[in-house]
């Protein structure tokens, strides 16, 4: 999931980032009221983490601004204040919720995985692909009792596609939401942690979940399912008469 993290202090916001990054989200970052409407306007976010007090336009300000163009992007407000009058305001500028500084990063987290699952992204803690269980909660990912370990990037690559499973996800969809930054040229790198992947869940397998479709992108699919699409529709037998 593709997140926009909006804070002006630099440490906290690198500090963040690092721990989004580690729970396998994609971040995209602005220190700056303008360059973060800029980049909410421009691209389609899972989630907002959006500080108040910023240079140029304030959070209540872009909030406001993501909601009237009709955005519905969840938004986790951040702010210094402690006061109700605040966060009554951050919450009729369109927030959907609010965490006061300082904070534990536990606590951020588990306010932006809450946001998410409302939005409808995240539907339970476990995926089931097959034979292949992945635990979104814990990062545990097992295949047939075996466990398998995957870097964060990794997980966030596979836990997009078990997401979608049975779908081909295009490698530009992968890009927005799995890597950081969609404007840069990244070569072969998707291709090469596809073959990770595939090698590391389907190797000593009998049936393969994770197909490369040449030019059209990857698929995650249990062998039932793909057995099931390709079996032939039994046509009605004609009656005679």
């Known amino acids: 999931m593709r997140v926009l993290l909006v804070e002006d202090d630099r440490q906290l916001r690198t500090a963040i980032a690092r721990g989004l990054r580690e729970a396998s989200f994609a971040v995209d970052q602005a220190a700056t009221g303008t360059q973060a409407l800029a980049l909410a306007l421009e691209n389609e976010y899972d989630l907002i983490i959006l500080d108040i007090m910023l240079p140029g336009k304030d959070g209540m300000s872009i909030c406001r601004a993501i909601r009237k163009k009709g955005g519905q992007v969840p938004i986790l407000m951040l702010t210094a204040l402690d006061s109700v009058d605040q966060r009554i305001e951050g919450l009729d500028a369109g927030a959907d919720d609010y965490l006061t500084k300082p904070f534990d990063f536990g606590e951020l987290l588990a306010r932006a995985r809450a946001l998410t699952r409302r939005k409808g992204e995240v539907l339970d803690t476990q995926l089931s ?20 370990t995957l870097t964060g990037k990794e997980f966030a690559f ?18 927005s939401h799995v890597w950081d930054d969609t404007k840069i040229t990244y070569s072969n790198i998707i291709d090469v942690y596809a073959s990770r992947l595939r090698r590391k869940i389907d190797e000593g397998e009998k049936e393969a979940l994770f197909s490369t479709l040449r030019g059209a992108g990857f698929l995650l699919e249990a062998p039932e399912d793909r057995a099931r699409a390709t079996r032939p529709t039994k046509r009605p037998t004609k009656r005679a008469g």
Not at 129 to 148: F, K, P, S, Y
Not at 158 to 175: D, I, K, P, T
Request: charged share 30%.
């Open 129 to 148: 692909v097959g034979d292949l269980v992945i635990d979104t909660a814990r990062h545990l990912v097992r295949r047939n009792r075996r466990e398998i």
């Open 158 to 175: 596979l836990l997009h596609l078990a997401r979608n499973a049975g779908r081909v996800v295009s490698r530009a969809e992968l890009m």
